[in-house]
Structure formats: structure tokens, C-alpha cells
């Protein structure tokens, strides 16, 4: 959540940024009003408690007839003191749930605007001219179907659409990624760990994932417990209700885990083999930072993504994602998107959000300043996905059929150079 004290001092700044996002600037009213009732009941509470202690400082020094009197007193205005304290708890409530309903507060430099907004900051890499190569490129589903390396009817027949096995050097291709991102992040720094993918309300809701995609999520109703669909989620709550120590810098850790989406409103996008699927492997990049460090760290995260696309030599553009396009959570967000040459397209392979204190509050997450604790930022990104296989398969795929690999992950294959296709490889 958004500090309070941010509000109050500049309640037009928060609205204006409400209005780059296109959400409701009577959000902000609805939060400086529940402060106010909030701030007022609590201390009308706190007062009469007051009136009440030293009332009963006076029992002792009463006479007998006095006492009768105090004694009295005392027993009404501890009934009226316990129904203060019940309308400041209330009062308290209703101002934490209006203060869940306001997103972050925006970066300057975020574009206005919806998901067509955005700002192109580069493009890196020449896509292929596959015309003067002499042959119409496949889309990824073909080229994966012609190394056996994915089977989506079987992964269907056994789960349900947008649900698939990959298979043989699919699987291989998909481990050697995901394990050249791992050792990219532990050469940076970053502690690798392998996530819970179930948490409970408390984590989900603190990371701003509970809002309006909230139907995009898989929730396990007896055991109140949601399916991660990053992982995110439960690197956010690593350190919940805990003061982490950040004198030696950025807490970075690395999640190996697999992903869940429904997909909800996603109907007739991108449901052709595996861009847009409901069960996903991912590394995730997180850290915990100081404040003030927090968007130098969102350019190196921005950096060390780009790195991983250069190893796996692809063309591929940076854009600002524009306000309305960014989750609930986000102050600024750089996605990279990689030429897709079947759709003429660039498509989403990588995000990394800056979220300044915005889930540290929610979650309770605290550093040691120098002015006492204070909630420290949050950042996230990722930093290789089962999505960049479609990617992959496309923009590798050669005349004969077969899948050119990469030189960084040929080391994480056995060396091998080229997949062949299935007629050759018999």
C-alpha cells in the first residue's frame, strides 16, 4: 500500500496518477475520509481511556461514601471506553480496506495510457529475412511437432485445453534454459531458491494479486490456498513480518517454480500451442532494496534480462508499459518482447516491475535506515520461461526442419549444435 503520509501531504499527486492508470481518483477521497474517521475515533478512544485511568487512581484516596460514587463512574465509562475501542477497531478496518483498493503509486516516466501505450526504449537484434532465405518460417507448434518435442493432444486429452507435455528435447531445451538463467543469477548474487506454488490469502492478497485479475488465479477452496502464478508471490512473503538487514545491500533471490494461470479472460488469444497455457516453469528474479536504491536495481534487473535474450540469440524490443497496462503493485514496469516472425509481432517473454513499498507495507517487511525501520522496496523480473520456446522454435528454425541451438545453452545439451527433425533423427 501507498504511505499514508503521501496522501495526505499531496492527495493531487496520488490522483494523478489514478488518472494515468484510468482507475477512479475517488479512491483517494475515500481513503483521506476513512483516515480522518479513523485518526478521530482512535482518539476519542484514546482519550476517554485516559479519563478512566485516572479515575481509578482516585479509588484508593476515596472515602467510603466517595468510593460508591467513583466506582460507579468507572463501571460506565469502562463500558463507553470498550465501545470506543470497538468503533476505532471498526474505524481501523474500513481505512486497511480502502487502502487495499489504491494501487501503487506510479514512477515518473510511466507513459499515460492502456495497454497500447507503451514507449519502445530500444530494439536490439535484426529479425530474419526468411523470404530471402528461400522458405516460409513455421509457427512454433509445427517446428516443435517436427523434433517431437511438445505434444498438446495428449496434454489435453488428460487435462484440458491450453495443457501439454513437452517432450524429449523439449523438456531438454526447456531444463537447459531455465538452468542457464539459474547460473546467470547465482553469478549476480542472487540466492536460488524453489518456491512453495500454494500460499495462503494473507501472501496472495498482500502481493496486490487479489484484485482485478483475481479470477485468473487458481484457488484450492478447502484448504484456502492459491496456485501461484509466479513465483513471485512467495518469494514476496519470504520475509513477511520480518526487519531484514540490507546494510550490505540488495537481498536477491532467484524462484524455480512452476506457474498457474486460469487464463481467464484470455478466450480466442493466443491458444495455439504453448504462448498463453495454464501450467508453466519460470525463473523469477526478486529483491528486497532500500528505497532509494530501488530504481538503479530496476535497471540492473531490466540489464541482466536482456543479458539472458542475448544468450539465446533473439531479436527483441524494451518497452515502458504504459499505467493502465501495469498490475495493481507496480510503480513502473519494462517488458521484453521478442520478435515472433509467423505473427509479425514482438511478444512478451520478459517483466520486471518496480514495486517501491508498496507490498513490503502489505506484507509488514522492514529494513534498519537511518532514521529507525522503514519498509524497504520490492522488485521483480523475470528471467526465463517456458514462453521462450515459442520464441525459440521460431526464430531458430531452419529450411530442412531442423532447430538450431543456441551457443550460451549447447553446454546444457551435451553440445549438441542442431536438432534434427523426426525423419532425419530415424
Known amino acids: ?5 503521501v496522501i495526505r501531504e499531496n492527495p493531487e499527486l496520488v490522483r494523478a496518477s489514478q488518472r494515468a492508470r484510468g482507475e477512479s481518483e475517488s479512491l483517494v477521497d475515500d481513503v ?16 476517554l481511556r485516559a479519563e478512566q485511568k485516572a479515575l481509578s487512581r482516585t479509588i484508593g484516596k476515596a472515602s467510603p461514601e466517595e468510593r460508591v460514587t467513583i466506582l ?24 486497511t480496506a480502502a487502502m487495499m483498493r489504491l494501487p501503487n503509486l506510479i514512477e515518473d516516466g510511466v507513459p499515460t495510457g492502456g495497454e497500447e501505450d507503451y514507449v519502445v526504449l530500444r530494439e536490439v537484434g535484426t529479425p530474419r529475412d ?16 517436427g523434433i517431437d518435442a511438445l505434444d498438446m493432444a495428449r496434454g489435453a486429452k488428460v487435462s484440458g485445453s491450453r495443457f501439454y507435455y513437452l517432450k524429449g528435447i523439449g523438456a531438454r531445451l526447456e ?30 492478497g498482500g502481493t496486490g494479486f487479489l484484485g482485478a485479475h483475481s479470477d485468473e488465479i487458481y484457488y484450492l477452496p478447502a484448504d484456502d490456498l492459491y496456485l501461484t502464478g509466479t513465483s513471485e508471490v512467495a518469494l514476496a512473503g519470504y520475509h513477511k513480518d520480518e526487519i531484514i538487514d540490507l546494510s550490505a545491500g540488495p537481498l536477491r533471490y532467484a524462484g524455480w517454480s512452476t ?8 478466450a480466442g488469444r493466443d491458444t ?41 540469440e533473439l531479436p527483441y524490443r524494451v518497452i515502458n508499459t504504459a499505467a493502465g497496462d501495469l498490475g495493481s503493485s507496480a510503480a513502473q514496469k519494462f517488458d521484453c518482447e521478442a520478435w515472433l516472425p509467423t505473427q509479425n509481432r514482438y511478444m512478451e517473454v520478459t517483466s520486471t516491475s518496480n514495486c517501491t513499498t508498496f507490498q513490503a507495507r502489505r506484507l509488514n517487511e522492514r529494513y534498519r535506515g537511518e532514521h529507525g525501520t522503514a519498509a524497504c522496496a520490492t522488485l521483480n523480473g523475470t528471467l526465463a520461461t517456458t514462453r521462450w ?7 531458430h528454425q531452419q529450411a530442412d526442419g531442423s532447430l538450431y541451438i543456441p551457443k550460451a545453452l549447447r553446454p546444457y545439451l551435451g553440445g549438441r549444435e542442431v536438432i534434427e527433425p523426426m525423419a532425419k533423427a530415424k
Open 259 to 266: 506457474c498457474y494461470r486460469r487464463e481467464a479472460g484470455a
Open 272 to 312: 495455439r500451442g504453448i504462448i498463453r497455457v495454464h501450467q508453466f516453469n519460470k525463473v523469477e528474479m526478486f529483491s528486497y532494496c532500500a528505497p532509494e536504491d530501488a530504481r538503479e536495481e530496476h535497471q540492473r534487473f531490466l540489464a541482466w534480462e536482456e543479458e539472458m535474450i542475448n544468450k539465446v
Open 72 to 95: 460507579a463512574q468507572a463501571k460506565e465509562m469502562a463500558e463507553q471506553v470498550k465501545a470506543l475501542e470497538a468503533e476505532s477497531n471498526a474505524a481501523n478496518e474500513d481505512f
Open 130 to 145: 526468411f523470404s530471402a532465405e528461400g522458405f516460409e518460417p513455421k509457427d512454433h507448434l509445427d517446428v516443435a511437432e
Open 389 to 395: 520456446l515459442v520464441a525459440m522454435f521460431e526464430n
Open 175 to 204: 531444463l537447459a534454459l531455465l538452468t542457464a538463467a539459474a547460473d546467470q543469477a547465482e553469478q549476480y548474487g542472487f540466492t536460488l531458491l524453489t518456491t512453495p506454488t500454494l500460499v495462503n490469502p494473507n501472501i496472495m
Open 1 to 5: 500500500m501507498i504511505d499514508i503520509r
Open 32 to 47: 483521506m475520509a476513512a483516515d480522518a474517521t479513523r485518526r478521530n475515533k482512535l482518539q476519542a478512544f484514546e482519550e
